[in-house]
């Protein structure tokens, strides 16, 4: 059967025009303690995830934040750390936990039948880490072993010093070394997790498939406690507009990262410009994919991102180059945000990260786990039940225009903080 | 259960359809059957290169990635010894442009010599960045000869080395495509909130001209398993010295891969695998160990990797691996052990059914492997296992030949 057809004409589209934000009312509360919920019935498995007001930024000593989350499963209540690992892999489940620089979490993600035996154990992990001494020195060795290991590569280096330029003396700098857990004793640990991990300054997120019982078995299980808001001041953040580059002698790639300060998203300008960001670096598509890895082939990859933190927000732009291109990318990326702050968007491309845009919103609602982690991201920012519709309907009213304002008035090169690691620093191509 | 509906077009093209409720978004991923395995020996790296060159324009497209993306689509590709898999997802009102652009390249690729030039670049520098500017970075590279003398599988899916991929022509490309990238040698699967009948008749619409092109038995040499150790050491500037293990296993459609891969969990999934707690936690041997299968379909490897504690050396670590093998293989592992790594079987069946996208993957996998319908049922070959099943797997293990490579840290 033949069909008449045109190949050559793409099919029309349709735009997104709604999208169904799950809802920012807590369902239920635990002790005072927020639950919010996204619930369906026909999924095998539950999520159940803690947030405390627990990143590196609250740490008074480098990596103690990391350490104090890492330890939780160590030994907690009446388990051992033996016994939790037993008992989570023997159902099948993960309990992970996280660390971030301003939020820390605690997860549990199992099968909905397995609650009854796991959220005692979870309870425990949150409320009563025991933080044996056998177990912590057995995660120092461990842990100082992979960070050696990490510290061999150039994208870790090059993070580190970005972050010391950048962030200076402000709670958000990452500044630690193997030694450091040398300094950090049992004591440290049950301090951090008495000031940082209080129920009442938490958020609990379920989702999945049984919602309720989830609820009914926290409420068994969890103690209240006092609230305490804990959170420190940014400190001293100027960032150093310089170039550092590091020397590591035998490397083929150099890293790069070359960060500016960003706008929060309640800012008027902040729709376009994320899509003036998303337009530079955001995407496959992207000027600056395009541009140093799709037409000169000098990197496996390269993209921008903005890090919205808690009490600031910033571009990085980072990548991955063969050593020989270290200088031409770094000409390149200063080349194509000029092209950003002085040569009007067309329409085309403008329409098309719109789109992009669009649809990358549309799949962070693809099922419960990630519309509970949107959840987790409106709430950290303040973002009301209307922001992503409102978004969406901003993001389709910008113009060129409005893209070549933020670009001059936010992406600026004179403001541009750069690390480099590598071998060499000078093109040889 | 997952459902769905299987058909298979005139030209061969077989599409598999599951209507997923929950989603706003539709998942469209094709599969064609080639992978590294069908490599030339002397062209190697190249059905990986190939996957790079999918984006550089078909025919009636003169690039795949920026009409997705006006459509709000997004879209990647992975490569490994068995198979090459794109993937995009959009918003299912724009179905018909996925579609549209992955029925043109089936049709006819656009062969750019800019194209080629270009992403020759990119995969030496993923290869770079990948495989030699990391600290143990070469251990596929050098394992991988070591296990297979015959089997292709000794290269890896970046190839054997990087000069492969900076001589590939134009013309080997071409008949790359021409031997593999056809309606017959592909697995269609859509997965979203959408109707069977309408995707039938867009799939009809996009795809039913195409013309059916070979369909590919590959036949692959079978590894003899060998009797004798083999072991390699690589000196290099690490921070801490490293050892991994690998036996030659079954293959993907034998009984004996589900209960190679439960032994594989018993020693080494996991915090409370027997690896874990005797050689980390009680022997401080290891910083890090852990166990696991490379899961291809032909014969894989079973695998343990371990970094070694300061001062302990590769002998040691050797010895201690062995020694929990060989408890295995004198005693079972206890019930309870065996209902844990099954268990987790199942949750991790659950938790890969939590998505459009890794639903469609995974149809599209088992149909590869033969029948998409085992999506629903493999797990039934777990549970069949016995704790005596494991350890005759640990015996046959120990009878067998270890394949190991150390890296020994520079000065000391």
Sequence with gaps: MKREMDRTTAPAIEKVKELSVPSLEPRDQINGTPVFVVEDEAEELNKIEVVFPAGSGEELKPLLATATSSMLTEGAGEYSANQISELKDYYGAKIQTGVGKDLASVTLVCLKSNLEELIPIFVAIIQKPAFPEKEFESYKRRTKASLKVNLEKVEIICRLVFSELFFGDSKYAERFAPEDFDKIDQTDLEAFHNENYRLKDARIFISGGDVNKAIALLKQALKAGEGNVFSKAVGNFSPKQEVKFVRKDGALQSAIRVGFPAIARHNEDYPAFYIANTILGGYFGSRLMQNIREDKGYTYGIGSSINQLKDLAYVVISTQVGAKHTDATLKEIHYEVNRLRNESVPVEELELVKNYTAGGLLRSFDGTFSQASLLNTMLMHGLSQSYYEQFLKKIYAISPADILMVAQKYFDPEKFTIAIVGEGFSDND | ?412
């Design chain 2, 1 to 412: 259960m997952i459902e769905y509906e299987r058909f298979v077009l005139e030209n061969g093209l077989t599409l598999i359809v599951h209507k997923d409720r929950n989603t706003p978004i539709v998942s469209v991923n094709t599969l064609y059957k080639v992978g590294a395995r069908d490599e030339n020996p002397d062209k190697t790296g190249f059905a990986h290169l190939f996957e790079h060159l999918m984006f550089s324009g078909s025919k009636n497209v003169a690039d795949f990635d920026t009409p997705l993306q006006r459509a709000g689509g997004q879209n990647n590709a992975f490569t490994n010894n068995d198979f090459t898999n794109y993937y995009v997802t959009l918003p299912k009102e724009n179905l018909d442009t996925a579609l549209w652009l992955e029925s043109d390249r089936m049709l006819e690729l656009g062969f750019s010599p800019e194209g080629l030039e270009v992403q020759r670049k990119v995969v030496i520098e993923e290869f770079t960045q990948r495989y030699l500017n990391q600290p143990y970075g070469e251990l596929w590279l050098t394992l991988r000869p070591m296990a297979y003398k015959v089997h292709p599988y000794q290269w890896a899916t970046i190839g054997k080395s990087i000069a492969h991929i900076e001589e590939a022509t134009m013309d080997d490309v071409k008949s790359f495509y021409n031997r593999y990238y056809s309606p017959s040698n592909a697995i269609l699967t859509i997965a979203g909130n959408v109707d069977s009948e309408l995707i039938l008749d867009r799939v009809n619409h996009w795809y039913g001209d195409i013309p059916s092109g070979n369909s590919v038995n590959g036949s692959y040499p079978t590894e003899a398993i060998k009797a004798e150790d083999e072991c390699e050491v690589l000196i290099r500037d690490v921070p801490q010295g490293a050892i991994y293990m690998a036996w030659l296993m079954s293959n993907r459609r034998e009984m004996d891969y589900y209960k190679f891969d439960l032994l594989s969990d018993v020693l080494g999934n996991g915090k409370s695998s027997r690896l874990y707690r005797k050689l980390i936690v009680e022997k401080e041997i290891f910083t890090q160990v852990s166990a696991y299968i490379t899961g291809s379909i032909d014969q894989g490897l079973l695998v343990v990797s371990g970094m070694l504690s300061e001062g302990v050396d590769h002998n040691e670590a050797r010895e201690a691996v062995l020694d929990q093998l060989a408890q295995l293989a004198k005693d079972p592992p206890s019930e309870r052990e065996l209902t844990k790594v099954k268990n987790k079987v199942l949750a991790q069946k659950a938790l890969s059914e939590t998505g459009a996208l890794s639903k469609a993957m995974n149809l599209s996998y088992y149909e590869m492997l033969g029948d998409a319908s085992a999506i629903n049922s493999f797990q039934d070959n777990y549970m069949k296992v016995s704790a005596e099943d494991v350890q005759a797997m640990a015996k046959k293990l120990i009878e067998r030949g270890v394949n190991e490579l150390r890296y020994e840290k520079r000065n000391g």
